[in-house]
């Protein structure tokens, strides 16, 4: 089956600093990945979704320079969370949409396993 | 606004009973329903999808689905206590982004 292996598991930053969470789809193409983030015991909060050599479109309330997405590849998709603060410590995680284009059937989307970041 | 209501629960259920996870969606276009289970601190795995009316069945999965009625259900058989889990129900239409509601926790108890 799809997956999608997700760096780093968990990351511990200083204020101000910058971190970057890689997501990659190791045996398929993803032309579409969503970032999400989920504080403890919330739903999923969709942030973004990217597009292979687009720019992401970035949902309402988040900030697209705090939060840059890069959708270089079809397998690989980075999300950098620039000048850190702990209210940004959260679990981030990325999903790859599992549509086939060709027959317009969306077998589903699969998660990373997602990325603990603290901020202190 | 597309929307995806789920009980938050907790549900509890014994083990060997049946738990019934629902959940209804308001954007009738919606075309792709998934089930996922998702434990606590880890990333959400895919169960089940379906797209037709009626029943799908997988293992002990089973989910409903009523289009009609904006309705899709999970059905758990012989529940375990592994299955202890927040399950999410996830929408989606033509543009392949999905809704996901909050989650139901379910907790089964030995």
């Known amino acids: 089956g799809a997956v999608v292996s997700q760096h780093p598991s968990r990351v511990i930053c200083k204020s101000g600093t910058s971190v970057k969470i890689e997501c990659r789809s190791l045996d398929f193409q993803a032309t579409t990945m969503f970032w999400y983030r989920q504080f403890p015991k919330q739903s999923l909060m969709l942030m973004a979704t990217?597009?292979?050599?687009?720019?992401?479109?970035?949902e309402q309330g988040v900030e697209k320079d705090k939060f840059l997405i890069n959708h270089a590849s079809l397998t690989l998709s980075t999300l950098t969370v620039t000048s850190a603060h702990p209210e940004d410590s959260s679990f981030y995680i990325c999903?790859?949409?599992?549509?086939?284009?060709?027959?317009?059937?969306?077998?589903?989307?699969?998660f990373g396993s997602g990325t603990r970041l603290t901020v202190v | 606004q597309k929307e995806v209501e789920q009980n938050s629960g907790p549900l509890s259920v014994p083990e060997g009973a049946i738990a019934s996870l629902n959940c209804t969606y308001s954007?009738?276009?919606?075309?792709?329903f998934f089930w996922y289970r998702q434990y606590s601190g880890k990333s959400p795995e895919l169960i089940m999808f379906i797209y037709s009316n009626g029943d799908k069945e997988d293992g002990r999965f089973t989910a409903q689905l009523n289009k009609a009625s904006q309705y899709v259900s999970l059905l758990i058989r012989d529940s375990q206590p592994s299955d202890s889990a927040t399950y999410l129900c996830?929408?989606?239409?033509?543009?392949?982004?999905?809704?996901f509601g909050r989650g139901t926790s379910l907790i089964v108890h030995p």
């Open positions: 999903s790859a949409d599992g549509t086939d284009q060709s027959k317009g059937v969306n077998y589903g989307y699969t």
């Open positions: 996830a929408v989606a239409g033509g543009s392949y982004i999905p809704t």
């Open positions: 990217s597009n292979e050599g687009s720019k992401a479109t970035y």
């Open positions: 954007d009738r276009g919606s075309q792709s």
